[in-house]
């Protein structure tokens, strides 16, 4: 699965793994309390072989309801994962973006199990090792049925770094030739669209540390540069420098940051 950079490097909370080591830890805890999640903690969770078969048993059984049986798509996941090594350290790093930018996310395990926008987006690096893989007709199946499921809508060609927070996913619309590098925060209903008259290379770049607010439209093939903010409801139709806030229709700069500012991970929605 292509990728546009390293995996959260500096923000994992400890050594490789050792996220998933705290999904297992709270899925016990969790077991221990809730007797009607314990079989589904137990069989996705506790008893999994492996961090990918937890990742794949979670996605398989929240899909399973487009007539495909959830072990042929978890074999098809498993699959999937086993040959793309660079998969996992990516929903790692997405895990970590979630839980320490959203408030309302108070565990990993909460995360993997409950958050729709976590899901989408790690169906969709699944659906874009089937593309890059020639799987075409199976890539643009899976990403439409996570649409349905899930909400966001995702095409399978769309690159997508680490460290990735999609707050809610509702209404998020990502195309074809669209580029989201890592340490990126994007809200609800965020439109990475085409302008409808362009072929070819049509949809956003965004570009390391960006923060999108909820209901803003970036359309075309313009660049949003760098630890920039796109204000909520804002509609973007040129370029955004590097480490600035644009905000209006049609947007226009605002302020311009400092240096050390990361919006994605300030969450700061003020202009």
Known sequence: MAQTGSAAAGHSPAASGSVWDVIRHEAGELAGRETTLRPLLTAQIIEARSDAESLANVLAARLAVAGVASDSLLALFQDVLARHAE????????????????????????????????????????????????????????????????????????????????????????GETAVIEDEVSILQNVTLGGTGKETGDRHPKIRHGVMIGAGAKILGNIEVGAFSKVAAGSVVVK?????????????????????????????????
Not at 250 to 266: F, G, K, L, Q
């Open 239 to 271: 370029p955004v420098p590097p480490h600035c806030t644009v905000a209006g229709v049609p947007a226009t700069v605002v302020r311009i940051h400092r240096a050390d500012e990361i919006p994605a991970e300030t969450m700061d929605q003020n202009i």
């Open 87 to 174: 998969i996992l350290p990516s929903t790692e790093a997405d895990l970590v973006a979630v839980r320490t930018r959203d408030p309302a996310c108070t565990t990993y395990l909460h995360a993997l199990l409950n958050l729709k926008g976590f899901h989408a987006l790690q169906t969709h690096r699944i659906a874009h090792a089937l593309w890059s893989e020639g799987r075409t007709e199976i890539a643009m199946w899976l990403s439409n049925l996570a649409s349905l499921v899930f909400g966001p809508d995702i095409h399978p060609a769309a690159r997508i770094g680490s460290s990735i927070m999609f707050d809610h996913g509702s209404g998020i619309v990502i």
